[in-house]
């Protein structure tokens, strides 16, 4: 049995985010009924369609009419989960809102998953991945030669709010199982982005400057070889970067070449440059270097990696032939998710009885309140999941030794991906804290982890070991390249699967290969790891056990790019990328205007005939297959290099034309419209002073979740952690004596 068998979900939604989140449940053998209006899902003949909407029956409905919303309605009072993407106003004109419908079905989780926010002028575009991007910040986050924001090819933000959609979904049916009841709840593309790009500040520290196509520094870094090939350098941690210089033969300029980034970046630029990729890449992966080869993603899903980590399934398709698409992204022991079918369109609606509720008993607790999380996890992968889950009501024990995460810092990136947890300081390494631990997971209800292969058994903390003194507990543990393969135990970072999963090489296009700014792979883990972990909480609702989960970044590489890895003969070409991409046409790209830069977006002939009337400018047949670059995206950028950007979004908008602004990072920080949705709040690390960060990952009616605190100090929380999970003082005094645990100092070390 899968974790979500025999539920029911009538999803509404279309394009993207919804249907998505809708495919994680599926996977887990929830009964998906997605309802599309007369002329399919505006994204029916995306190759991403295939993948989005696996494991469900289609059937078409007409909203619009009074037999087709009778019918609508009978479906939902039979359903446990009804998923909706519509702009505001849309569902409360139709009776379909989350107030309307939970109050007409107390059992119901009402997901509302709207492509923006859920107020304010720019909440009512017509679905555009670039405008949120633009809206948020994220366009000129991507990394630039030029001062400029970056069309992303790879729907990033929409990703991530689907994988939020299945967790917040996930959490509010495991808090079904205590009260008895639904509620409504929202996840944006504004909480997509929180999870994906997640904009903070100290407003004590200057902003980080903006990063370049290959990267910024020497040793996370693309390099060119003498073949005209690239590969990614991934030495983040100095021990890695020492052995880089190693096998240069450059030893001895090490120390020197550290502290002086221009310099080392200009000297290994010249040196890869003397010898082709494949030699690099054989004597650095010789000597336990992590770097990668840039490819296409069509050669990394049909290559031996993926293979052999069994993450490539192929149906059949009874017009489009074998189709493939990638397997779920995580790996479950007791639970499995699977894909069965592709779309199967159905001309009737299921006879869904309404459920038989338990007695209800009302709570406003967190949906995970009570969940005890030990987290093992380092850098932004594991780290981060724990921080997800905090802020769904975990209660998140950020267990590190007396080293620390080898990514902690006073920056945003470290505060943003670990607040909202506690500090506990633990040495594994000897035995009184590795039978403390033991200790702590009798009583846990989660251990995630991120180490590498075979490090989990050598410290006594396995799966095996841990069921054997919790066989409720849930294990979850992430490397690289998965559990299976040749590749299983090598270390691994982001942008090696960046490079080698096709998303450089997707972003670059016909040019140099681009480093994703965002660590794409990383944040995705940290959300799949989060909704995993909640779908086996409510597989353990049911069986009464625990299990182990398994992912990867390797795992990720295809599932934040599933629409563009979706395989099949004569499937539609992706949207190319190039350097500093600015669009994929004339008519859906950025431009400067005099004050700023704006994103625009016309999908029909009356909309871009709309555009011409508002610019002035006269545009020729076929203006919506004209490219980024040409004769018209020149004129366009000619007309409105001399207007100021209000006025201008004001007519466009009034015209009918999407186009949003394209705001920097502090714009997007002190944006009136991400304060008026919710994306942003103001909070204060004690000693670092004052910031700016997200809020959440999604907003529940019900149960509102929300971070606990600020980011702890190493070790700031050991003995209020300890005490609060019920271990004796006298024994807490004992651990501190031997320095099996340790506390904060206060001032950012060890006490």
């Not at 920056?411 to 390494?429: A, E, H, S």
């Not at 992706?574 to 400067?592: E, S, T």
């Not at 830069?597 to 709309?610: E, F, N, P, R, S």
Request: hydrophobic fraction near 45%; charged fraction near 20%; glycine fraction near 12%.
């Amino acid at each position: 049995m899968s974790a979500y068998k025999g539920l029911r979900i009538a999803d509404f939604s279309q394009g993207v985010a919804g249907p998505m989140a809708a495919m994680l449940l599926g996977d887990f053998e929830a009964e998906v009924v997605k309802i599309e209006p007369p002329g399919g899902d505006r994204a029916k003949d995306r190759p991403g369609y295939q993948a989005f909407n696996r494991n469900k029956q289609v059937v078409t409905l007409d909203l619009e009419t009074a037999d087709g919303l009778a019918a609508a309605r009978k479906l939902l009072a039979g359903a446990d989960v009804a998923i909706f993407d519509l702009a505001p106003g849309r569902l409360e004109a139709l009776g379909l809102d989350g107030a309307t419908l939970t109050a007409a079905h107390p059992g119901l989780i009402h997901a509302w998953m709207p492509p923006y926010g859920t107020s304010g002028p720019w909440s009512q575009l017509s679905p555009h991945h670039s405008l949120l991007a633009g809206l948020t910040g994220t366009a000129f986050r991507q990394g630039a030669y030029a001062d400029q924001p970056v069309h992303l090819v790879l729907p990033v933000l929409w990703y991530g709010q689907a994988v939020m959609g299945a967790a917040a979904i996930g959490s509010a049916l495991y808090e079904r199982t205590r009260s008895g009841l639904g509620q409504a709840l929202t996840v944006s593309g504004l909480h997509g982005a929180s999870e994906v790009s997640g904009p903070m500040r100290l407003l004590e520290q200057p902003p980080l400057p903006r990063g370049i196509p290959p990267g910024a520094n020497p040793r996370y870094r693309l390099y060119q070889c003498l073949d005209g090939e690239w590969f990614f350098l991934g030495t983040l941690f100095t021990n890695f970067y020492r052995k880089a210089f190693e096998v240069l033969g450059l030893e001895d300029a090490f120390e020197a070449l550290e502290l002086d980034q221009l310099a080392a970046r200009d000297l290994l630029v010249e040196m890869f440059a003397t010898r082709t990729r494949d030699e690099w890449l054989e004597a650095l992966q010789a000597n336990d270097v992590p770097c990668a080869a840039v490819g296409s993603r069509e050669a990394w899903f049909a290559g031996a990696v993926v293979g052999e980590a069994g993450l490539r399934k192929v149906l059949l398709h009874p017009t489009l032939g074998e189709v493939a698409i990638p397997e779920p992204p995580a790996k479950f022991s007791a639970t499995p998710p699977s894909i069965r079918t592709l779309p199967t369109p159905t001309k009737t609606l299921p006879a869904w009885e309404p459920r038989s509720l338990t007695p209800a008993k009302p709570s406003t607790a967190a949906p995970l309140a009570g969940l005890k999380v030990v987290n093992l996890g380092t850098v932004i992968a594991g780290a981060y999941a724990g921080t997800i889950l905090g802020n769904l009501g975990a209660d998140v024990a950020k267990v590190e030794p007396r080293e620390a995460d080898p990514f902690r810092s006073d920056g945003p990136g470290f505060l943003t991906y670990n607040r909202g947890v506690r500090g506990l300081g633990l040495d594994l390494k000897q035995p009184a804290g590795r039978e403390l631990f033991h200790d702590l997971a009798r009583t846990a209800d989660v251990v995630i982890d991120n180490y590498r292969l075979g490090v989990r058994k050598r410290l006594g903390i396995d799966y095996a070991a841990l069921k054997a003194v919790n066989p409720r507990l849930i294990s979850c543990s992430i490397n690289a390249y998965g559990e299976t393969g040749a590749r299983a135990a090598l270390p691994g970072f982001d942008p090696l699967l960046q490079a080698e999963g096709g998303m450089m090489a997707g972003q670059g296009g016909a040019d140099d290969p681009i480093l994703y700014t965002i660590a794409v792979n990383d944040v995705a883990t940290a959300g799949v790891v989060a909704a995993s972990v909640i779908a086996a909480l409510n597989a353990r609702e049911r069986t009464g056990e625990g299990q182990e989960i398994l992912t990867s970044l390797l795992a990720q590489s295809l599932l934040f790019q599933i629409g563009e890895m979706v395989d099949y003969a004569g499937r539609p070409a992706n949207d190319p990328g190039g350097l500093d991409c600015i669009g994929v046409g004339a008519l859906h790209r950025y431009y400067a205007c005099a004050d700023g830069w704006i994103g625009l977006v016309c999908d029909t002939d009356a909309q871009a005939a709309a555009l011409g009337r508002v610019l002035g400018v006269d545009l020729p047949s076929e203006a919506l297959i004209q490219p980024r670059d040409g004769d018209l995206a020149s004129r366009l950028a000619a007309s409105l290099a001399t207007r100021p950007r209000a006025a201008t979004l004001e007519a466009l908008l009034a015209a009918g034309v999407a186009a949003a602004p394209v705001l920097r990072g502090a714009e997007a920080l002190e944006s009136e419209w991400l304060w008026e949705n919710g994306c942003l709040e103001a909070w204060e690390h004690p000693r670092l002073g004052p910031a700016i960060g997200v809020r959440g990952f999604a907003d529940f009616s019900r149960t509102p979740g929300g971070f606990c605190g600020p980011t702890p100090d190493l070790g700031q929380d050991s003995v209020e952690l300890l005490t609060d999970w019920g271990i004796a003082p006298e024994r807490i005094e004992a651990l501190l004596a031997s320095g099996a645990v340790f506390v904060s100092d206060g001032q950012g070390g060890i006490a």
